[in-house]
């Protein structure tokens, strides 16, 4: 038994982090499938929602990126939902009453949490079209256009940005995560292209109808995926749009990193429980759930029967000796990493061990904390400006 799984563990990782990203490219070779990068002339008017807890570091600056925004002003409603901040983050989203013509911020003096906040917000959002995003993360000058061209059509229910990452560093974890992000993009771009049927937005900025939402279950804690989901079984599609960049700073702390993935994790085995019978609709959208998302979450669980196949079979094969040799040597990637910073030293190919390793990890405890069962969706935002 442990063979077999040691075997099914690794066609079923080896599909989701190399096979699946090849079949999406042929079969886009095949189709001759080339991105639509004009850009369209439908500007409808859109409700941007910001939930915000302690985030006086970005929050003027990411109002101020809304301004310098190429979109009339007069065709946004801005809605700023302050979470029980400790800091000046209320003060900062009074102070900029006076330069949009629709402005509205909401302060809540309980701790909600942003999914929450979230369902508050998009309640009583006036437009059709809701622009959901953090507060850390700054347009460009062509965002909203880029994200609303796509609402002309009507089977579009979500359109996600093109996450680009600032602040990377070679002394940390950043490097890693950022090149992670590249390689999702290209694999939710071709989940569009194909089956319009992209497997969920980078969470701090994406553009959805209000006909598709659906109010997020409180204890849940990852909202865009299932906002994307809800999208996809409601019959609409879900794309990403190159041209929608937006700005973020990316975690250079390993250990910051490692808990927002568990909480992610966690989030994202809520999800499954949610949507997995979207898996047997036996098309595209099953076909991406499950080799994009589902393997990668379950990918842990293999990874701990492969090593107990190990473990029993050293002894008795090469093959798996040198397997036993590899996992041992993990563990020392971390040492000569933590050694190797401490004489400035940065090798970089030990990050995205490490990197893939404590991704593992995180997601295994995710799961753990799954089970455990999750009462409440509240969680610290990561640290900017790390």
């Excluded at 404590?358 to 069962?373: E, P, T």
């Amino acid at each position: 038994m442990l063979s077999f799984l040691f075997w099914l563990g690794f066609i079923f990782i080896l599909h989701s982090y190399v096979l699946y990203p090849f079949i999406l490219k042929l079969l886009i070779r095949k189709k001759g499938i080339i991105s639509n990068r004009s850009m369209l002339t439908h500007r409808p008017a859109l409700s941007i929602i910001i939930p915000a807890h302690n985030e006086e570091q970005v929050l003027a600056e990411k109002l101020n990126s809304i301004l310098a925004s190429d979109y009339d002003l007069n065709s946004l409603e801005i809605i700023i939902g302050i979470d029980q901040s400790t800091d000046f983050s209320g003060l900062i989203a009074e102070s900029f009453q006076e330069k949009f013509p629709h402005y509205k911020v909401h302060n809540f003096s309980e701790r909600q949490g942003k999914i929450k906040i979230v369902n508050a917000l998009v309640a009583i959002a006036q437009h059709e079209i809701i622009v959901l995003t953090d507060a850390n993360v700054l347009f460009t000058k062509d965002t909203l256009k880029a994200l609303s061209q796509h609402f002309i059509d009507p089977s579009i229910g979500l359109v996600d940005t093109r996450m680009k990452n600032y602040g990377l560093k070679n002394t940390g974890i950043s490097m890693p995560e950022s090149n992670y992000i590249a390689g999702e993009v290209k694999v939710k771009e071709a989940e569009s292209a194909l089956w319009g049927a992209m497997m969920g937005p980078f969470g701090g900025c994406f553009a959805f109808r209000k006909i598709c939402f659906t109010p997020i279950p409180a204890n849940f804690l990852v909202d865009d995926f299932f906002i994307n989901m809800t999208c996809l079984e409601k019959g609409f599609k879900c794309i990403n749009e190159q041209n929608a960049v937006v700005l973020e700073d990316v975690s250079n702390d390993l250990l910051i990193e490692f808990k927002r993935k568990i909480r992610i994790s966690a989030g994202n085995f809520q999800n499954l429980s949610r949507f997995w019978r979207l898996l047997f609709k036996f098309n595209g959208i099953s076909f991406a759930f499950f080799s994009h998302k589902v393997l990668r979450w379950i990918g842990p669980v293999f990874l701990i029967f492969m090593i107990l196949q190990v473990l029993a079979e050293a002894e008795h094969s090469l093959f798996y000796s040198i397997c036993y040799f590899i996992i041992i040597m993990i563990p020392l990637t971390f040492i000569v990493d933590y050694f190797a910073r401490k004489q400035q030293t940065h090798v970089v190919f030990l990050r995205y061990i490490i990197h893939f390793v404590s991704m593992n990890i995180a997601l295994f405890l995710g799961l753990l904390q799954f089970l455990k069962g999750i009462r409440s969706s509240v969680w610290q935002p990561t640290k900017r400006h790390q």
